[in-house]
Nanobody, 128 residues
Framework: QLQLVESGGGLVQPGGSLRLSCAASGLTLDRYAIGWFRQGPGKEREGVSCIKSDGGSTYYTDSVKGRFTISRNDAKNTAYLQMNSLKPEDTADYYC?????????????????????WGQGTQVTVSS
């Protein structure tokens, strides 16, 4: 059973940075595409970023391109989301999950329906 735990969230001022971590246990992450998702107050869950199993392909929703960077360290069984130039609109609970398709076909679409093994989430608040 694959379990994911997110960490690294917190309160940050606009323009600041945070680095989120997604630590896996039970199984290794090396064969999974990994996605980051977020759900703001009163909003639907949306895909933020995804990285393929080989680390060679990454995808981002338009609103975070140029500001966020997804990465993975399979030796540590962990994925990361580096968030820079944070804006109040980034305020949300952030979740990681794995692509349910072993081929990683959901990664580029960033649709939560195609992902599973959801973590508990970590809260990010961007406010002055």
């Amino acid at each position: 059973q694959l379990q994911l735990v997110e960490s690294g969230g917190g309160l940050v001022q606009p323009g600041g940075s945070l680095r989120l971590s997604c630590a896996a246990s039970g199984l290794t992450l090396d064969r999974y595409a990994i996605g980051w998702f977020r759900q703001g107050p009163g909003k639907e869950r949306e895909g933020v970023s995804c990285i393929k199993s080989d680390g060679g392909s990454t995808y981002y929703t338009d609103s975070v391109k140029g500001r966020f960077t997804i990465s993975r360290n399979d030796a540590k069984n962990t994925a990361y989301l580096q968030m820079n130039s944070l804006k109040p609109e980034d305020t949300a609970d952030y979740y990681c999950a794995v692509d349910l398709d072993t081929l990683g076909s959901n990664c580029r679409h960033l649709d939560p329906v195609g992902f599973g093994s959801w973590g508990q989430g970590t809260q990010v608040t961007v406010s002055s």
